[in-house]
């Protein structure tokens, strides 16, 4: 589907039409990193969002809920080194201070602004510091690069790297473009996962048909990823869209929706798996591809249920060609499976055809799992059901990087 959009090779959150962006270290983080950051539009951005499915949801969820309540947003402030979650009422208090000195900086309503924070969960939040560097964010923004760069900079946590991902598709002749960032890289799994992903987009497009997208492209995308099984009290994905390039509004029946909705899935999609390669002292990207199941709701359960397989991810980590730890995943995944019909491949390496063993190349199989991408495809020979999930091995360095996360 490439051919419906086209990728923007350094494209960032501000280059759709009426965005800038920015962050800056208030000091919540230990080091010197950003830790606070803003997203501003010029204009009422019409907003929709998704949020963890955790029961214990921080402060912040709450207060963006309600801000999102009319549909639009001209904010969103941000800040790592601290989740602001299960902190009382003390937490929402915060929360709510964060949305209504972002909404006074930029001479905004209160009900406009977003809030997200990301970190540490059980800690009150800093807010003198986190005040402080409000105040600052106004001379901190930018419609350039560096304020995107500084931004997705500041949402980081145990990230390694920033996620960026950026497109531009044709909508009614016009150019549209679709960009996204997002952090994210422990207490990962599948709905909604320890991750914040920001989007933002010129089109014009209402409420509920960018909310539908959302949350369809999500169950694709970012619920189909998993590092290590935990779900985060913090998780959101927010997408705004100024409506400045002029288009016709766009709905499902748009001749050009199909466009639309390829590129707004492709920066999903690539957020998603930036994130899952960039797991907590991951060594390998690993994709799991499932056809052939009863329908695509029980390929995205065995899927899931490879990907956070710890036994897979060991085997992945170890380099070893252990096919019995893939089989044994579909065989609990809980849904429709004949164990006699059953194929998986480990890359180009056939292990198993038809549930038996296939002889093959152990030194192949060794030097192809030394990679740094492991692909697993598992074929049920059943009926047309597909997905496809993607998460990381699991190394000594996850157990290092979260044995001493506080400390």
């Not at 390496?349 to 492991?374: R, W």
């Amino acid at each position: 589907m490439e051919n419906l959009y086209t990728i923007v090779s350094g494209g960032t959150i501000v280059s759709p039409q009426g965005f800038k962006a920015g962050g800056l270290h208030c000091g919540l983080k230990k080091t010197d990193r950003h830790d606070l950051g803003v997203i501003v539009c010029d204009v009422p951005a019409v907003a929709a969002a998704v949020y963890t499915t955790n029961v214990f949801q921080a402060a912040p969820l709450k207060v963006t809920r309600e801000s999102l309540h009319n549909g639009t947003l001209r904010a969103v402030v941000v800040n790592s080194g601290n989740a602001n979650a299960c902190t009382g009422k003390q937490g929402e208090a915060d929360a709510y201070t964060m949305r209504a000195e972002t909404a006074a900086q930029f001479d905004i309503a209160d009900e406009d602004v977003a809030v997200a924070s990301t970190g540490v969960i059980g800690e009150l939040l800093k807010m003198d510091r986190v005040q402080s560097g409000i105040a600052v964010l106004p001379s901190r923004i930018s419609g350039e690069s560096a304020g995107a760069e500084a931004f997705s900079q500041a949402i980081l946590t145990t990230d390694l790297v920033k996620k960026e991902a950026c497109v531009t598709v044709k909508v009614d002749g016009r150019d549209i473009t679709i960009a996204g960032t997002a952090k994210g890289s422990g207490m990962i799994h599948p709905n909604m996962a320890t991750m914040l992903g920001f989007m933002t987009t010129d089109a014009v497009i209402g409420q509920e048909a960018l909310q539908v997208l959302l949350r369809g492209t999500t169950d694709l995308t970012f619920n189909m990823i998993t590092v290590d099984g935990d779900t985060s009290t913090n998780d959101m994905l927010i997408a705004m869209s100024s409506g400045l390039a002029g288009n016709d509004v766009l709905t499902p029946s748009h001749p050009d929706w199909k466009a639309f909705a390829a590129g707004f899935e492709y920066v999903c999609r690539m957020l998603a798996i930036a994130i899952a390669r960039d797991g907590e002292g991951a060594a390998h990207l690993i994709e799991v591809r499932v056809q052939g199941a009863e329908c695509n709701d029980d390929a995205q359960a065995i899927a899931k249920t490879i990907i956070g397989s710890s036994l897979v991810k060991s085997a992945v980590f170890g380099a070893d060609a252990n096919w019995g730890r893939i089989i044994a995943a579909v065989g609990r995944a809980g849904r429709p499976v004949n164990p006699e019909t059953v194929d998986i491949a480990i890359g180009p390496i056939q292990v198993l055809e038809q549930s038996s063993p296939v002889v093959f190349d152990e030194e192949a199989a060794l030097a192809y799992l030394q990679g740094d991408t492991v692909q697993i495809d598992v074929n049920l020979h059943i009926g047309s059901g597909n997905a496809t999930a993607w998460g990381c091995d699991l190394t000594y360095d996850y157990v290092r990087i979260n044995a001493a996360y506080r400390t």
